[in-house]
Nanobody, 123 residues
Framework: VQLQAFGGGLVQAGGSLRLSCAAS????????MGWFRQAPGKEREFVAA????????FYLDSVKGRFTISRDNAKNTVYLQMDSLKPEDTAVYYC?????????????????WGQGTEVTVSS
């Protein structure tokens, strides 16, 4: 499975961005898909995850109500809609894929990773 993330950019605080992650290769709607981020000088952290069907989602507490993860299995694409962005959301965002849901918030359980897309939120 190959993943390609795109859609990052520079936005002012309070603005919105939509990240996309396109999957290719041996894709499957059985894969859980996740978004992680890594800010400068910090460890990579979980942001959101979505089940294969799209019916179950999980979020980092600090993004609940502001970010929405979704997927379109017909297009093999996962999205992260980010609204009300804050400067602390500045990071490189990565999409990832895995089978199963146990420990969905641990980057160690994901098998496939995209290359990352940079998001910068100015104050």
């Amino acid at each position: 499975v190959q993943l390609q993330a795109f859609g990052g950019g520079l936005v002012q605080a309070g603005g919105s961005l939509r990240l996309s992650c396109a999957a290719s290769g041996r894709t499957s709607s059985s894969y859980y898909m996740g978004w992680f981020r890594q800010a400068p000088g910090k460890e990579r952290e979980f942001v959101a995850a979505v089940s294969g069907s799209g019916g179950t989602t999980f979020y980092l507490d600090s993004v609940k109500g502001r970010f929405t993860i979704s997927r379109d299995n017909a297009k093999n694409t996962v999205y992260l809609q980010m609204d009300s962005l804050k400067p602390e959301d500045t990071a490189v965002y990565y999409c990832a894929a895995r089978l199963g849901a146990i420990n969905y918030d641990s980057d160690k359980t994901y098998n496939y990773w995209g290359q990352g897309t940079e998001v910068t939120v100015s104050s």
